[in-house]
Nanobody, 121 residues
Framework: QAQPVESGGGLVQAGGSLRLSCAAS????????MGWFRQAPGKEREFVAG????????YYSDSVTGRFTISRDSARNTVTLQMSSLKPEETAGYYC??????????????WGQGTQVTVSS
């Protein structure tokens, strides 16, 4: 499996915005619901948002609903996460992966390096 490539993270003040991008293989991108996950040191990885192959069905964790928007560009095999009104507790490494029922798809073992999001107070 090819590794997804995440980008767009950085340092932002609380209340600010960032746009994350994930470039995935065409096979992975077109066959599965693609999701964003985040993990902070000492915490479990958690589901953030997902989008199906059509781009018409989206899924969000309760904590980000109304503030984050996920989208996909099939021509470029990319998934984007627009994050607004960021909170310090959302500081984490952000990763993309195929997802089923808000969990990582069974058998996925090609995590990218992720992109770090740091939200300052």
């Amino acid at each position: 499996q090819a590794q997804p490539v995440e980008s767009g993270g950085g340092l932002v003040q609380a209340g600010g915005s960032l746009r994350l991008s994930c470039a995935a293989s065409g096979r992975t991108f077109s066959s599965y619901v693609m999701g964003w996950f985040r993990q902070a040191p000492g915490k479990e990885r958690e589901f953030v948002a997902g989008i199906d192959s059509s781009g018409h069905n989206t899924y969000y964790s309760d904590s980000v609903t109304g503030r984050f928007t996920i989208s996909r560009d099939s021509a470029r095999n990319t998934v984007t996460l627009q994050m607004s009104s960021l909170k310090p507790e959302e500081t984490a490494g952000y990763y993309c992966a195929p997802t089923v029922s808000r969990a990582v798809r069974t058998g996925f073992a090609s995590w990218g390096q992720g992109t770090q999001v740091t939200v300052s107070s």
